[in-house]
């Protein structure tokens, strides 16, 4: 008699004991997903942001298709303004030469960056903007770079800016 009344008890015992880690695992992944996905929201409008910022750069009262040393400072100073994660901001022409430079590294000035992975994907996808992975490029130091383009008067144009990935990173 107390054999069939503790043998039922310890199965559903031992049943409600398991459901209740599987639902605890359970719990704790979804949590997880929800936090990665909300983390992933946030790089994503951070970034879309900041591609906002670049693109605008092509509509400000003072652009010119031969931007002076002294525009390219405003525009990387109002960038600056926005986000302390820009380091420098460069136009390019259609052949991919840096034709006006502002920024910590004036070597950057008619650089030519028609063979570099960012500038080719660019000019060849149809979106108008491109974000590129981190690496070191001309400088030898650790950058990503957000570009946009824009064709005006049937010539393609190109404004980019490089961010600083420990800024990134504290964000």
């Known amino acids: 008699l107390l ?6 008890l310890a199965a559903l015992s031992g049943y409600f004991h398991f459901q209740f880690n599987f639902t605890l695992k359970e ?6 997903v929800v936090i ?15 591609v906002v910022n670049i693109f605008s750069l092509f509509h400000s009262l003072e652009f010119s298709l ?16 926005v986000s302390d994660a820009f380091i420098d901001v ?28 960012w500038f080719l994907t660019l000019v060849q996808q149809d979106r108008n903007h491109f974000i590129s992975d981190i690496y070191l490029g001309f400088r030898n130091k650790p950058h990503f770079t957000i570009a946009v383009k824009q ?21």
Do not use: W
């Not at 054999?3 to 039922?8: D, F, K, N, Y």
């Open 151 to 171: 064709i005006i008067d049937g010539h393609l144009y190109v404004m980019r800016a490089t961010l600083d990935p420990e800024k990134f990173y504290m964000f």
């Open 36 to 50: 990665s996905e909300s983390q992933r929201n946030t790089v994503d409008l951070f970034l879309q942001e900041r």
């Open 90 to 117: 460069g136009f390019l022409n259609e052949k991919g030469i840096q034709i006006c430079y502002a920024g910590p590294f004036p070597y950057l000035q008619d650089k030519i960056y028609a063979d570099e992975k």
């Open 66 to 81: 031969t931007p002076s040393n002294h525009i390219m400072e405003n525009y990387l100073q109002n960038l600056r303004r």
């Open 27 to 32: 719990t704790a992944k979804l949590n997880l």
């Open 3 to 8: 054999l069939s009344l503790i043998v039922p």
